[in-house]
């Protein structure tokens, strides 16, 4: 059973997490070299890791904030006026890999979304699943399918902190 946790919860330790991202109405966003994209209103979960200096903390705060550098290709899309984060699903983990095998899951459970968003750096098709049930269905899914992993998610739910 996934755990709930608010924004100081999040230990600054390695681990994989997935963002669900409200459109709040079809828009079209260009995402860096991958092109222009139209985003239709609904739910979207974007798989992530953040093995580096800061870990999850560092990498989820900056993901929530609006005003950031262009990085990522996530960045385009949580930067955007008629986007925000609704829901934050993450777990501590060092496995290297990881991001790939819950993508995995989620292309079998969820719609995949635009080919080599957020997944360049791996074979994968994306990182980025058009949710086909409500929220809470969707984030459900995606925890349990991070538990079958042996992985122990926990549940942030935002409220426009931002």
């Keep these: 059973m996934p755990e709930y946790s608010t924004i100081d919860d ?6 994989v997490y997935v963002l669900v991202i409200k459109v709040v109405e079809d828009t079209s966003i260009n995402v860096g070299k991958l092109g222009s994209f139209v985003f239709g209103k609904g739910y979207y979960a974007y ?4 093995m580096g200096p800061g870990g ?23 930067s955007n006026n008629y986007t925000e984060i609704t829901a934050i699903i993450y777990s501590t983990t060092s ?14 459970k969820l719609a995949p979304s635009i080919k080599g968003f957020g ?9 980025l699943f058009k949710c086909i049930s409500d929220l809470n269905k969707c984030v ?11 992985l122990k998610p926990t549940i942030l739910l935002l409220r426009h902190i931002y």
């Design 140 to 150: 459900l899914l995606i925890a349990n399918s991070m538990e079958s992993l042996g």
């Design 95 to 108: 496995v290297n890999g990881m991001e790939s095998r819950i993508a995995k899951i989620l292309e079998e």
């Design 56 to 78: 999850l903390k560092a990498r989820i705060k900056r993901h929530i904030s609006k005003v950031k550098k262009l990085r990522w290709h996530i960045d385009y899309l949580t």
């Design 10 to 15: 999040i230990p600054a330790e390695k681990g």
């Design 119 to 127: 997944s360049t750096d791996t074979n994968d098709y994306t990182h």
């Design 47 to 50: 798989v992530g890791s953040a």
